[in-house]
């Protein structure tokens, strides 16, 4: 398997509309454990969107985050070529992924723009390279 190529990074309005995505989606998390309700938008370099929430489990182990049901129902369908996510919470700081999505974005992704926005509108724009500097995957095998 060969690695996702960097993609050219989507424009403003892009990330703005994949971000009002993500909060349409945030409303569907389902966190009565944590009561942090995460939304994300995955975008398709084509202009698809598909969209995910954190699920969690009473076993919390189990729970998982809005970017990986967002990246699992996409490459279920199908779809691959990816350029962007939009990840939305109700924090003071925007929230990044935690390390397990951003390994399993890394793989399944590519180098992504990741913009980062809260409820009260303050955003932070990332490539995934920024966030995973050192990333093991099939070059380290
Ligand atoms: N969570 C996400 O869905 N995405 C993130 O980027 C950070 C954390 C979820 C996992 C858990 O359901 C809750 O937020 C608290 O950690």
Redesign the pocket.
């Known amino acids: 398997m060969t690695l996702p190529r960097t993609r050219r990074r989507p424009s403003p309005t892009a990330l703005a509309e994949l971000a009002r995505l993500a909060t349409a989606a945030r409303a569907h ?1 389902r ?1 009565p ?2 009561r ?3 939304g ?1 938008a995955l975008r398709i370099a084509t202009g698809e969107i598909v969209t995910g ?4 489990n009473a076993s919390f182990g189990l ?7 967002a990246v699992f129902k996409a490459v279920s369908e199908g779809l691959s070529g990816f350029d962007a996510i939009a ?1 939305v ?1 109700d924090a003071l700081r925007p ?4 390390g397990p ?1 951003r390994q399993i974005l890394w793989e399944l992704c590519g180098n992504l723009t990741v913009h980062m926005r809260t409820l009260g509108g303050r955003s932070r724009t990332l490539r995934l390279r920024e966030l995973l500097p050192h990333p093991f995957d099939e070059r380290s095998l």
Do not use: G, K, Q
């Not at 929430?53 to 969690?56: F, H, L, M, V």
């Not at 729970?63 to 049901?69: G, Y």
């Open positions: 998390a966190a454990h944590s942090f309700a995460v994300a929430c954190n699920i969690e729970s998982m985050c809005a970017e990986r049901v990840i919470a929230t990044p992924p935690c999505c």
